[in-house]
């Protein structure tokens, strides 16, 4: 299992699912809240808020309520003021962890993400400090049913992508980070609309985790999602299949 998975296997497994749906549909409002400021509240023109929708449709949210957050944020001097963030440090087992937000509260956030290093056995750096460590891609996905492996492959290699794989999960194509929404719309043309387009942080090296140091890792990645504040946590592990069966046990 690697960082860059964000845990779904093990997450699905620890119930509580109502209450996580609600804060993730928190979570992709306030991001189709900052898409909509940060250009034209038109999808078709806005490949943020395109792709946001696309998370929402994804996490099967109802309709009105993505209306209603454009709507909001459309409107002068409408809603909250949010801003991007981004954090860096390591966790346990010398784990670099990469940490994106919206917030409204510069000061808050960055008070709560550095407890929770330290208190789960890490510790915040400065900026900088581990991105090195990752790349940053685009990342489109379509489910196994959408194309054969080489007619994927052939077409994301024609749309600009650097690579189209094909795994349990579905087709992933991935690309420079420039090169994501023209990629997308070229895909959408041939196959439909994606399950996903977004932007990602892939690890250039992983780190090998036992279950001591993978339910250490696990608990501050926890933390870290909880958090209203936090978009999406990355980091550069790899967790063996014995040892994820043991921690889903």
């Known amino acids: 299992m690697a960082g860059h998975s964000q845990f779904k296997n093990i997450m699905h497994r620890k119930g509580a699912q109502d209450a996580k749906r609600a804060k993730q549909f928190a979570k992709i409002l306030r991001e189709i809240t900052v898409a909509a400021r ?3 509240p038109d999808p078709s023109s806005n490949p943020r808020l395109r792709a946001a929708m696309i998370a929402a449709r994804e996490a099967n949210m109802p309709k009105d309520n993505v209306e209603r957050a454009i709507k909001k944020a459309s409107g002068a001097g409408g809603g909250e003021d949010y801003v991007e963030v981004r954090y860096e440090g390591y966790g346990p087992a010398g784990v670099a962890v990469i940490v994106e937000g919206l917030t409204d509260n510069r000061n808050r956030t960055a008070s709560e993400v550095r407890a929770a290093f330290s208190k789960h056995g890490g510790s915040m750096g400065e900026s900088n400090s581990v991105s090195f460590m990752f790349q940053r891609l685009g990342v489109v996905t379509y489910p196994v049913g959408a ?13 600009g992508a650097d690579n189209a794989e094909l795994t349990a ?6 690309c420079a980070m420039e090169n994501l929404f023209a990629v997308r719309d070229a895909l959408e043309a041939r196959f439909g609309e994606p399950s996903s387009a977004k932007l990602d942080w892939r690890p250039e090296n992983t780190v090998t985790l036992d279950e001591e140091k993978a339910r250490s890792v696990l608990k501050l990645i926890d933390v870290l999602e909880d958090n209203d ?9 790899d967790i063996p299949d014995d040892v994820a069966q043991a921690l889903a046990a």
Do not use: C, K, P, R
């Open 38 to 40: 940060s250009g034209l």
């Open 147 to 159: 194309a054969s492996e080489e007619d994927m492959l052939d077409a994301a290699i024609e749309a």
């Open 169 to 174: 999960d579905g087709h992933e194509i991935t």
């Open 229 to 237: 504040d936090i978009q999406a946590v990355y980091a550069n592990f």
